[in-house]
């Protein structure tokens, strides 16, 4: 796989997650197809694509497929949220994914659970040098960045003080999860899992499929349970966009 970003297509599913980036691109141009506008342009001297996928893996799979096939990208890259699938992660950390699993993946007794039919495989590697890269640009956001970035109000009524990155697994599945009973007994499921979503193992597996090498970001929006839709919903309006700003320009400018 090419460690180096040719055209890099950045998917998020809300345009919360997302906002502030479309604004600073350079020369860019917008095209409309398939009920999603993509703009193309340069941000922070890289070609990119920027795109909102909507909610759910088949938008999400879609999506990719589009920016892939139609407008040529070589990387592609999801950033949003999550709910927390693991205690230890609370609201404000970012989880960069190694693998995704699409948890709601279920053909028994004709191919086992979780298994993708006819391709074998249920969970999918992001690439490695991305992922890495990722990883870094998230460490020195949280370190260098986000006090200046997110203000003391939303700092102290998100607590978020001191945020940390994970990395390991997410699933994804056409469900935003919110009981406490379904949270643990997906964690039951992937005993490693870190963050449940709704879209990254789609695009993960159109990439996997396509040979183009992604990676996936998230922050913690909610810890999936019976808070999770107002905690969501509060923090993809003050904070989230800060975090997906914040650590698309370090990726970039640090190349
Ligand atoms: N994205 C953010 N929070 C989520 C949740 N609790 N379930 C599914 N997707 C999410």
């Known amino acids: 796989m090419s460690s180096h970003i ?7 599913a809300m345009h919360q997650e997302q906002a502030g980036l479309i604004e600073i691109m350079q020369d860019t ?3 409309h197809r398939g009920m999603r506008d993509y703009v193309s342009g340069k941000l922070w001297g890289i070609d990119t694509v920027c795109v909102l996928s909507r909610m759910g893996k088949v938008a999400a799979a879609a999506t990719a497929a589009t920016l892939i096939e139609r407008f040529g990208v070589t990387h592609i890259l999801f950033t949003g949220v999550a709910g927390a699938a693991e205690n ?6 970012i989880v960069v994914a ?5 948890h709601d993946m279920n053909t028994m007794p004709l191919f086992p659970q979780y298994e993708v039919p006819l391709l074998g495989l249920s969970h999918f590697s992001s690439d490695k040098s991305l992922t890495d890269r990722l990883a870094q640009a998230a460490a020195d956001f949280v370190t260098h960045d986000a006090a200046d970035m997110i203000s003391e109000e939303d700092r102290a ?3 978020l003080a001191s945020p940390r990155v994970f990395r390991g697994l ?16 997906l964690k039951a499921a992937f005993p490693p899992l870190l963050a449940l979503e709704m879209e990254g193992a789609a695009v993960a597996q159109v990439c ?4 183009v090498p992604f990676a996936v970001i998230r922050t913690i929006s909610d810890s999936a349970n ?11 309006e003050r904070v989230a966009s800060r975090y997906a700003f914040g650590v698309v320009k370090r990726l970039c400018v640090q190349g």
Do not use: C, N, W, Y
């Not at 040719?6 to 998020?12: A, D, F, K, N, W």
């Not at 230890?88 to 950390?93: A, S």
């Not at 997410?170 to 007994?185: L, N």
């Not at 019976?226 to 993809?236: G, K, N, R, T, Y």
């Open 29 to 31: 141009e917008k095209s």
């Open 208 to 211: 996997f499929e396509f040979g």
């Open 170 to 185: 997410i699933a994804s599945g056409d469900e935003f999860v919110h009981r406490q009973e379904r949270r643990d007994a």
């Open 226 to 236: 019976e808070s999770a839709p107002l905690d969501f919903m509060q923090f993809i």
């Open 98 to 102: 190694d693998a995704l699993v699409q």
């Open 6 to 12: 040719t055209r890099l297509g950045l998917i998020s």
């Open 157 to 159: 009524s998100f607590q």
């Open 88 to 93: 230890e992660l609370r609201v404000g950390d």
